[in-house]
């Protein structure tokens, strides 16, 4: 019997990184190569806010370019990975399962936090690719907790594929790059030991536990994809770092793995 495969947390980035790799895109490669090839990836993004669930149901996703103010060739990438009616309808049989509301939207395709990654890992576009939103009014527990009712998946051959990212503020960072400043590299440093160490009760407060948390995330959305990942790997699952790093100065391209032995 093939082991379950692990959940798999990536700081997206910039949109641009589906131009240019970089060292976090080539990173991406690496890991679409590294991972048992999955029948499906559930991708939940940042980038798809909701009050409750909500999980997309298409024969084939609509590359949503959610951006403003990039060169054009961006908005000329396509990413038609197919789509999965069936993997939304298991996402609802789950999710209903343990009492938790879920709406299933049958037009919306993959916004940028979905498709950039996508496109590193699987160029081919030839992975059929459901999305899950995040609920920025609700905290971390919560989103374990939506993660765990996802945890089955991990035997069926889905991946879950959480992006978000590890420090996100827009309004801190450096466009022609620079050094990485100390509050972001204190909590980037504090997210990479509170996983290693296993300390769950500090990770699920990390607005109270973690330094300057809300400078690191003035907004929770774009860090609450972790937790869901964290939550469908298990019990108190291991946490590996798969990549460190930043871009435009403070903000983190951090990668985790949770409960594989992934070698990438």
Known sequence: MAKPLPTIFLS?????????????????????KALPR??????????????????????????????????????????????????????????????????????????HGAWVPLKNMYPGHDIPAAQLSV?????????QRLGRALAPLRDENVLILA???AVHNLGEIA????????WARNFDDW??????DGDEQAFLDWNKSAPEPLRAQPTPEH???????????????????????????SMSMAAYEFGGELAA
């Open 163 to 165: 992006t978000g990212g």
């Open 135 to 143: 609920q920025p009014l609700k905290d971390a527990l919560w989103h």
């Open 191 to 196: 997210l990479a030991k509170t996983l290693k």
């Open 175 to 182: 466009r022609d790059g620079g050094p990485v400043p100390d």
């Open 38 to 111: 999955p029948k499906s990836v559930l991708v939940v993004s940042a980038h798809w806010n909701t009050r409750e669930p909500a999980v997309n149901a298409v024969t084939v996703n609509e590359t949503i370019h959610d951006f403003y103010n990039f060169p054009a060739p961006l908005y000329q990438i396509s990413y038609p990975a197919p789509g999965s009616p069936a993997l939304a309808g298991r996402v609802a049989e789950l999710l209903k399962g343990a009492g938790i509301p879920l709406a299933v939207d049958p037009a919306r395709g993959l916004d």
């Open 223 to 249: 860090f609450l994809p972790i937790f869901v990942a964290y939550g469908a790997a298990g019990v108190h699952p291991k946490a590996t770092q798969l990549y460190k790093g930043f871009t435009l100065g």
């Open 12 to 32: 997206h980035g910039s949109p641009m990184l589906a131009l240019d790799a970089g060292a976090a895109g080539q990173f991406w490669a690496k890991l679409g």
